[in-house]
Nanobody, 120 residues
Framework: QVQLIESGGGLVQAGDSLTLSCAVS????????MGWFRQAPGKGQEFVAS?????SYADSVKGRFTISRDNAKNTVYLRMNSLKPEDTAVYYC????????????????WGKGTLVTVSS
């Protein structure tokens, strides 16, 4: 059974930093592109970042967020710096059997999400 379990969400102030983690089990982690998507209240799901051979970022987070992965620990991270109120969303970890992950339709497995709230 494949499991993606996110952690690290919470309430922070604008300008603060936060690191999300996603622990993965039940699949060959190194074979998968791992990514993060988010969904803000009342909005659709949005690609944030992904990593396999290379990394990819949404323009809205480029330069502020960093995705990394530890294949030995089957864990993917999202370091978020200079957080803004518009970063408030539920953040979802995702796994895709793709070389490059940028779309939700590519995702094979999802986590249940972790809420990040950024106050102004």
């Amino acid at each position: 059974q494949v499991q993606l379990i996110e952690s690290g969400g919470g309430l922070v102030q604008a300008g603060d930093s936060l690191t999300l983690s996603c622990a993965v089990s039940g699949l060959t982690f190194s074979f998968y592109a791992m990514g993060w998507f988010r969904q803000a209240p009342g909005k659709g799901q949005e690609f944030v970042a992904s990593s396999k051979v290379s990394t990819s970022y949404a323009d809205s987070v480029k330069g502020r967020f960093t995705i990394s992965r530890d294949n030995a620990k089957n864990t993917v991270y999202l370091r978020m710096n200079s957080l803004k109120p518009e970063d408030t969303a539920v953040y979802y970890c995702a796994a895709a059997s793709q070389l490059l992950l940028t779309r939700a339709t590519q995702v094979n497995y999802w986590g249940k999400g972790t809420l990040v709230t950024v106050s102004s």
